[in-house]
């Protein structure tokens, strides 16, 4: 084998994906327990070995409160310590209460306490907006003004929480643990719609990853497809 060609095959890497879709251990950003927010996908490598970590940050309303923003990362590899998917290790919290009491009511929707203004994110203060017109500027329809619920608020603050909702790049390694070059980073793709059962193998974003991986060569990455991976091209998503 020539010392620069790959151990692995982009039909290996489909393959996994496709069998990860077909045991709902692949990213469906229309779950409808999860009111989506944002997502990354990040594709590292070496002639040897090969991951992808896929993160999808939101409200996954069967959870309460704080236990219910979570950044998901489906981790999918060759040389994994752990089945590829998603695994429950791998799921991120990181909002809290602030000193003003408690974010939430207590019910289904994520709502937030009309009379508290502010919650923590990675440890951080954040104001959170009462006025329906910023909102409005975000282009985020309140579900039933004038509560706000959790998932609306994350999305009008996108794109200045983005960074603090998905992981930081040693919480990516530390979920991996293994050394490899990142190659590739998407903030947004063209994804599966796998509810229709439209397997990864069948995507062209993910024959590209696959093809940028098996040659270590990110300018393979030419998508004619639009991306479709903001949270608005979902709407199914929580709606279970």
């Known amino acids: 084998m020539p010392e620069n060609k790959s151990t692995f095959s982009a039909s290996d890497i489909l393959s996994q994906l496709d069998n990860c879709a077909k045991e709902f251990s692949f990213p469906m950003l229309d779950n409808g327990y999860i009111y989506p927010i944002v997502s990354r996908l990040s594709a590292y490598g070496n002639r040897h ?49 602030s000193e ?4 939430f009511i207590r019910d289904l929707f994520g709502t937030l306490q009309p009379e508290v203004n502010s ?9 959170i907006p009462k006025d329906p017109a910023f909102y409005e500027s975000r282009q985020v329809t309140l579900s039933n003004p004038p509560d706000i619920r959790i998932y609306e608020f994350l999305r009008a603050c996108l794109p200045e929480l983005k960074e603090e909702l998905l992981s930081l790049e040693e919480e990516l390694f530390d979920s991996f643990r293994l050394d490899l070059p990142r190659i590739l980073r998407l903030d947004e793709w063209h994804h599966p719609d796998v509810a229709i059962e439209e397997m990864p193998s069948e995507n062209e974003t993910f024959q590209m990853i696959a093809a940028v991986l098996e040659r270590g060569d990110a300018a393979l990455y030419t998508p004619k497809n639009n991306p479709n991976t903001h949270w608005s091209n979902w709407p199914g998503g929580g709606t279970c």
């Open 100 to 103: 003003e009491g408690p974010t």
């Open 49 to 97: 070995s090969w991951v992808i970590v896929i993160e999808v940050a939101g409200y996954h309303y069967r959870f309460y409160g704080h236990s219910g923003v979570e950044n998901c990362q489906y981790i999918f590899g060759n040389h994994l310590h752990f089945p590829p998917g998603m695994n429950n290790d791998n799921v991120l919290n990181v909002t809290a209460d």
């Open 119 to 127: 919650l923590l994110i990675r440890g951080q203060k954040v104001t």
